[in-house]
C-alpha cells in the first residue's frame, strides 16, 4: 500500500532532498509503507531509500542519509492509518454494547487495532488480529502496547471475550516478551467470574512475565441500565471491593520488594466503590495507566495541594478577594473526594457547592464524571445559582464543545443561565477555575 504525502516540513532532510507534496511515497528501503507505524520503524535508519511516484505516474529513487534519531519531515495523508481493525468480541462487560440506540455512529464504534494501541493507548485483545500481523508487530518491536488480558485462565477468557481464540493471550504475551517488547495489561474484574483466585492466577501469570509486562490495571465492571438480554452481571458491594484492594496490595508488596515496582494497580473506582481513600500520588510510581482511570485523583490532589500551598505563599496578605459561588458538577463516586480535597485546601473567597450528578442517562450504576450527559446536568441543577459552574472535560467530546448526548456546551449555558466552565484534569487548572481566573 502506498502513502500520498501531505506536506514536507521546511527545512527538513525530506526537503533537503527534494521531496515534494503531493508525491506517493511507495517504499522505503524497498519494503512498502503500510500505515504509519511502518512509516516511523523504517525511517529510524541512517540510510534510506525512498521511492516516490508523482501526479503523472513518474517513479524516482532518493537516497537519504541521516542520524537514526533524526526526522525524516514528512507528513502523510492518512494521518494515523487506513482501514483500522473493527473488534469481533462480544465480551460480557463489553460497554459498548450496553449504550442506548439512537446516539451519534462514533460512539457504536469497536476498534481492536494495535496500531492504535501503540499510537494511542488503546486497549486491544488480540482476538482479530491476523498471523501476518502479529508478525508485523514482532518485527516493528512495537512497544509499548496495552492489552485487554482479563484473564490468562484460556477457557475462561474465551468465555468472556465470546471468541474462539481469545485463550491465546498468554501465548503472544510471551512472544512479545522473548523479542524484548513490553506491554501494559488491563483486567476488567466481574464478580465472581475472574476474581477471587482467578485474579491470583492472572496476577502470577502476568508478573512471570515482568519486567516486560509493565503494569496491571484492575477496573470494575461498568453496567449500564441498557442490558436486557445480555449476560446477567452485577456492580461490585463494597465488602467485595475491598477484598479486591487488599488482595491487589497484598500483591503490590510482594512485586515491590521483588522487582522494585507495584506493577498492579486498582482504578480510582474500585477505591471508590471499596469506600477507601485514594493513596498518595507516589503509591502510582509513573502513573503507567493514568488514562485508564488509574492514580487520576491522586494526582489530581497533588497538583492541588501544591498549587494551594504556592498561591498562598504568592498571595500578598489582606489582598482584595472577589467573592464567589461556584457549583462543581461531578460524577456520584468522585464527588466525597472532591469534597475532601476542598476542604483540606480552602480556597479564599470561594464557596464552593460540590452536586453529585446521577446518571439517568445510563443508569444510576455508572457513577463516574465522564459519563454525565448534559441533558442530566441540566435536569439536576435547573434552577441553581452560582457565578459559574465547573465540570470535567471528559464531560465532553474530545476536541468539541458537545456531550455524549450531543447537547452542546451552549445549550446547556442556555438552559441553566450560568456559564459552564469545562476544566482539564490537572490540579493548577482546578485552582485557577475555582477563583475565576481567565482561561
Known amino acids: 500500500m502506498s502513502q500520498r504525502i501531505a506536506s514536507v516540513f521546511p527545512g ?13 511515497l511507495l517504499s522505503i528501503n524497498r519494503t512498502p509503507v503500510l500505515d504509519v507505524v511502518d512509516y516511523q520503524y523504517l525511517t529510524a535508519r541512517p540510510a534510506l531509500e525512498l521511492l516516490l511516484e508523482d501526479a503523472a505516474g513518474n517513479r524516482r529513487t532518493v537516497h537519504v542519509h541521516k542520524r537514526t534519531e533524526d526526522p525524516l519531515g514528512l507528513t502523510l495523508e492518512s494521518s494515523l492509518m487506513s482501514c483500522p481493525k473493527t473488534c469481533a468480541n462480544h465480551c460480557i462487560f463489553c460497554f459498548i454494547e450496553q449504550m442506548p440506540p439512537g446516539m451519534r455512529q462514533s460512539l457504536y464504534v469497536r476498534d481492536d487495532d494495535w496500531r492504535l494501541s501503540l499510537m494511542a493507548g488503546n486497549f486491544v485483545t488480540f482476538t482479530n488480529l491476523p498471523r501476518r500481523e502479529m508478525d508485523r508487530m514482532v518485527e516493528r518491536k512495537a512497544s509499548p502496547i496495552y492489552v485487554s488480558v482479563h484473564t490468562t485462565n484460556g ?4 468465555k468472556m471475550l465470546n471468541h474462539i481464540h481469545a485463550d491465546r493471550i498468554m501465548e503472544h504475551l510471551r512472544r512479545f516478551a522473548d523479542n524484548g517488547m513490553s506491554f501494559h495489561c488491563q483486567v476488567v474484574l466481574c464478580p465472581g467470574i475472574n476474581d477471587g483466585a482467578e485474579l491470583d492466577r492472572t496476577l502470577r501469570d502476568l508478573a512471570s512475565l515482568a519486567p516486560h509486562a509493565l503494569s496491571v490495571a484492575l477496573v470494575p465492571v461498568g453496567l449500564t441500565r441498557y442490558r436486557e438480554h445480555l449476560f446477567p452481571l452485577r456492580p461490585y458491594t463494597q465488602a467485595e471491593a475491598r477484598a479486591i484492594v487488599a488482595q491487589a496490595e497484598a500483591f503490590q508488596r510482594d512485586m515491590l520488594a521483588a522487582h522494585g515496582t507495584r506493577f498492579v494497580f486498582p482504578s480510582d473506582e474500585l477505591y471508590q466503590i471499596a469506600g477507601l481513600p485514594i493513596p498518595e500520588a507516589e503509591a502510582y510510581e509513573e502513573f503507567p495507566q493514568f488514562e485508564n482511570g488509574v492514580g487520576l485523583l491522586a494526582r489530581l490532589r497533588d497538583e492541588f495541594r501544591e498549587a494551594h500551598a504556592l498561591a498562598r505563599r504568592l498571595d500578598p496578605e489582606g489582598a482584595e478577594i472577589v467573592p464567589r459561588r461556584v457549583i462543581m458538577a461531578t460524577g456520584t463516586s468522585v464527588a466525597p473526594f472532591m469534597r475532601e480535597l476542598l476542604d483540606a485546601c480552602p480556597v479564599p473567597g470561594i464557596t464552593v457547592d460540590i452536586r453529585p450528578i446521577v446518571n439517568r442517562f445510563f443508569g444510576e450504576t455508572v457513577t463516574v464524571s465522564g459519563l454525565i450527559t448534559g441533558q442530566d446536568l441540566v435536569a439536576q441543577l435547573k ?3 452560582a457565578d459559574e459552574i465547573l465540570i470535567t472535560e471528559s464531560m465532553l467530546r474530545e476536541g468539541e464543545d458537545v456531550f455524549l448526548d450531543d447537547m452542546t456546551l451552549i445549550q446547556a449555558q442556555e438552559a441553566l443561565g450560568i456559564r459552564i466552565r469545562p476544566v482539564p484534569d490537572d490540579g493548577a487548572d482546578l485552582l485557577d477555575a475555582l477563583r475565576g481566573t481567565e482561561e
Open 12 to 24: 527538513s532532510l525530506a526537503a533537503r532532498s527534494g521531496i515534494r507534496a503531493g508525491e506517493t
Open 155 to 158: 477457557e475462561l477468557r474465551k
Open 383 to 385: 434552577g441553581a445559582q
